[in-house]
């Protein structure tokens, strides 16, 4: 565990799902590299102002590898003067592995990130004036049931879980007390969450720093981040500057579409583009399946977990 008292934070900045990609994940019609990164500038000035330490809670990346490396030089040239820590998602990953080529070691290996890519006590922080424990629960690697809290005045978790929050069919994980940690931040979920309290825990999910996919609940959404002062406790949202969904996606009715019910060449060639992108590089099939549908505590899914990677490491060697 790192001991961190080289700088006396205000409190956190939690940073939900970036998605960095150079190119348009899913049916975005905008410059979404650069919009993303502008995203990133933004998140990371706040917390340079406001004294915070950034931690990205998981997807950094939207796809794990081939990135190109202009990219990988943006991403250093953001981090380095701040060096934000982030968690390990399964966006993150490759065959449901975290290894030396995908492009989150890269930026590891050039110090620009703190990772936490393994369950369990992760810093101690020196925060307005008291001690604040971090742990972290990355993707498909289990929360705590209890924490020793080592005299720390705070216990704060950060996960990257399909958590049964209010209106989210596809939690797997009931939200329930855990000794000992005051706050899980969760991210993974790209819709912000009520905060949800169960007994001395508090479970919070911001949403993701950007808007993914095209329906009528992303398109009432403002993404955002979330504060957390050490001083007083206190969450405090904030908005991050972002277009229309208008502006950004096509339309969900048939304004898109001439009187002939055709729809418009520019946006149908950009769909087109979209859908290749995603047929090539999102590649959902088994491996997503099962990160929706098994659940890590559940001993049977976790025999089907190890089996999937079994075979995807087998395949890779050949």
Not at 14 to 27: E, K, L, M, N, T
Not at 163 to 171: M, T
Not at 283 to 302: I, M, Q, T, W, Y
Request: some cysteine; proline content about 8%; charged content about 25%.
């Amino acid at each position: 565990m790192t001991t961190a008292h080289e700088k006396d934070y205000a409190g956190c900045l939690f940073i939900g799902d970036p998605h960095v990609a150079a190119s348009p994940p899913g049916h975005r019609l905008d410059d979404y590299r650069e919009t993303v990164l502008e995203k990133l500038a933004f998140c990371l000035d706040l917390a340079r102002d406001r004294r915070l330490l950034p931690i990205v809670l998981g997807d950094l990346f939207h796809v794990p590898r081939d990135n190109p490396n202009e990219l990988l030089v943006d991403l250093m040239d953001l981090f380095r003067p701040v060096k934000p820590w982030v968690l390990v998602g399964n966006h993150d990953k490759y065959q449901a592995r975290y290894t030396r080529d995908v492009s989150l070691a890269v930026l590891e290996a050039a110090g620009v990130v703190r990772l936490l890519s393994e369950a369990g006590p992760a810093a101690s922080l020196a925060m307005a004036g008291r001690q604040v424990l971090l742990g972290a629960a990355p993707d498909w690697t289990p929360l705590p049931k209890r924490v020793d809290r080592q005299g720390h005045d705070f216990v704060i978790w950060v996960a990257h879980h399909n958590l049964q929050f209010p209106d989210y069919e596809a939690g797997r994980i009931a939200l329930t007390e855990i000794p000992g940690v005051d706050l899980v931040v969760n991210g993974h979920i790209h819709t912000p969450k009520p905060p949800q309290q169960r007994g001395a825990t508090l479970w919070l999910n911001p949403g993701s720093l950007t808007r993914i996919s095209r329906s009528p609940v992303t398109r009432s959404v403002r993404p955002g981040v979330t504060i957390w002062w050490a001083g007083s406790g206190q969450l405090e949202r904030v908005e991050v500057p972002a277009r229309p969904f208008e502006e950004v996606f096509p339309p969900l009715d048939e304004s898109g579409f001439s009187g002939d019910g055709e729809m418009d060449a520019s946006r149908f060639i950009r769909g087109l583009e979209n859908l290749a992108l995603r047929k090539t590089t999102e590649g959902v099939g088994l491996k997503a399946f099962l990160e929706a549908n098994l659940d890590s505590h559940d001993p049977v899914d976790r025999i089907i977990w190890d089996l999937y990677q079994e075979v995807m490491h087998h395949d890779r060697k050949e």
